[in-house]
């Protein structure tokens, strides 16, 4: 089966849709909020990856009772369900494999309680991610995950990925702020795990095995949060080098140097080009590399925070260094790296989004590393990302239609992974495995772990219905 972008759509011959099951699934969710046209069907059918398969109706939840509903309906008549927040998932994780149900959370968008004394949030897990940070600013809280999509994924999407942001460096990710979850899981059981309490062992873990599981182990319909202070000040500043390498080296140095800026954020000379030619925003065209960089805290530690950075970045030769003065020109500053993946876009007819993460130390190697394989295949690379805590977004940018150059990506791509692996690093910082990196992911965790996990999926999932399919096949098809 075929199931790459732009190849024809897979249709099932025998579809599972009969009359008797259309009639179930409107009455639990309503005819409005189930939808078989094909028209329908192609807008669900793909996500930001490049995957496209049809599924063969889609249901939008508005409730968990809804959700339970449908698994045992699901169940019953052995259909695949697969969940969908905004389908901003970068690996394929809500696209339907096995087709059948596509299960849309993004009706349920309903602040449950805001508890400021004890600096909690419950939000229902179709809210868009920003929204909770406007929920929270009043009681001068924040929320610090923010992926780059955060102004349209959605929470339970980023639950589901444990997503990732700009502020990760400092702030860490998803998983960091997760303490309760109500969860339908695969054969319709409603389930709440966690707890409010800052210390809570009672029991496993099991909330956290639920972020970073991909939508195979239940559907998570309830999230609560925790949320920071605000920080009282910010000094953001700008970096122009003259060499990758230097500017890999000074994200090392200013970590060695014990500072942990809030953003510490890279662009090479390939993104810097594609930002100016997409929008004018300052960046000299002859950098090699750019660096953004954010402290934050009380104003005298941000400020001396700030000043050790410049230290660093000055002994690292760098070319110009830039410091904001306000909000506008900090807005100036970043407004590039904010625009950097659509810039990167309009290169060329289509590229491919890795996230190969290693540990910071290993930065210049890796960023060598990538623009040695890139020059080795002759296929252009454009370098961002989140270099403070080594996740990198190495761009390629191809043209799809050129099959033998789609061949050579294929090689690079492989030669990327197995470069963040010989480093000591992981193929997905955040963007998780999915269809992508499925067949990569035994060279990174192992046959025995891979086998862990697919003893948990067959516990809760045992007729393998809730995204099958996905991170890895449920039979180990190597041996
Ligand atoms: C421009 C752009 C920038 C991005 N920047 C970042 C970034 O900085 N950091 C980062 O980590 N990611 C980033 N992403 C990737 C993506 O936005 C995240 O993975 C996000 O968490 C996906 O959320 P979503 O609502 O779109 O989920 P979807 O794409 O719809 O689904 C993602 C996965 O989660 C599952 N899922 C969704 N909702 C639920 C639920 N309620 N219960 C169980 N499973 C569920 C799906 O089955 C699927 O496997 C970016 C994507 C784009 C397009």
């Known amino acids: 089966m075929s199931f790459r972008r732009f190849d024809r759509l897979f249709v099932q011959e025998q579809s599972f849709m009969n009359t008797n099951i259309m009639d179930e699934l409107i009455s639990i969710f309503g005819k409005d909020n189930v939808l078989t046209d094909m028209e329908d069907m192609i807008a669900y059918s793909y996500d930001a990856s490049h995957f496209e398969i049809l599924p063969e109706a889609v249901v939008f939840a508005r409730t968990t009772e809804q959700i339970s509903s449908l698994m045992h309906l699901a169940c019953r008549e ?4 697969t969940p969908r927040g905004q389908g901003s998932g970068l690996s394929g994780g809500s696209i339907p494999l096995r087709q059948g149900i596509v299960l849309v959370m993004d009706k349920m968008t309903r602040i449950i309680d805001f508890d400021p004394a004890n600096r909690l949030i419950t939000v229902e897990a179709g809210l868009t991610t920003s929204e909770i940070d406007k929920a929270v600013s009043s009681a001068n809280l924040f929320y610090p995950p923010d992926p780059g999509s955060v102004g349209f994924s959605t929470i339970g999407g980023n639950v589901a990925e444990n997503a990732g942001g700009l502020r990760g460096l400092k702030y860490g990710v998803t998983k960091d702020y997760v303490k309760m979850l109500k969860v339908v899981l695969p054969q319709g059981d409603i389930v709440h795990l966690g707890s409010k309490c800052v210390k809570h062992v009672a029991g496993f873990n ?13 559907i998570i319909t309830e999230i609560t949060l925790a949320l920071l202070p605000i920080p009282e000040h910010r000094e953001s500043a700008l ?7 230097d500017a890999a080296r000074t994200v090392a140095d200013i970590i060695a140097v014990g500072v942990t800026p809030s953003t510490l954020e890279f662009m090479d000379n390939t993104t810097i080009n594609a930002i100016q030619n997409f929008k004018d925003c300052g960046l000299p065209r002859d950098a090699e590399a750019v660096l953004l960089i954010e402290t934050d805290g009380e104003r005298h530690s941000a400020k001396a925070e700030m000043a050790k950075v410049e ?27 904010r625009v950097a993946l659509n810039a990167l876009a ?13 540990v910071r130390s290993k930065l210049p190697e890796m960023v060598k590393g990538i623009t040695d394989i890139a ?3 002759k296929i252009m690379v454009g370098i961002f990302g989140h270099a403070g805590d080594g996740n990198l977004h190495p761009t390629f940018l191809i043209d799809k239609s050129d099959k033998e150059e789609m061949i050579r990506t294929d090689q690079a791509v492989r030669e990327l992974f197995q470069l963040a692996i010989d480093l000591g690093g992981t193929i997905s910082g955040e963007h998780g495995i999915g269809l992508e990196k499925k067949p990569f992911l035994e060279n990174q965790i192992g046959r025995e772990t891979l086998n862990l996990l697919r003893t948990i999926k067959g516990a809760l ?6 995204n099958p399919g996905k991170m890895f096949d449920m039979q180990d098809t190597t041996s």
């Open 206 to 218: 099991v909330e956290g095995l639920f972020v970073g599981s991909e939508g195979l182990l239940g």
């Open 346 to 358: 309009g290169v060329k007819p289509n590229l491919i989004l890795e996230d190969a993460t290693v």
């Open 375 to 377: 020059s080795r295949h």
């Open 461 to 466: 999932d045992p007729a393998n219905l809730l």
């Open 78 to 81: 052995h259909i695949a369900v």
């Open 311 to 337: 230290e660093q970045v000055r002994k690292n030769k760098v070319k110009i260094f830039q410091q904001a003065k306000d909000t506008n020109e900090r807005d100036r500053l970043f407004e590039g790296r």
């Open 239 to 245: 970096a122009i080098f003259e060499s990758l390498d």
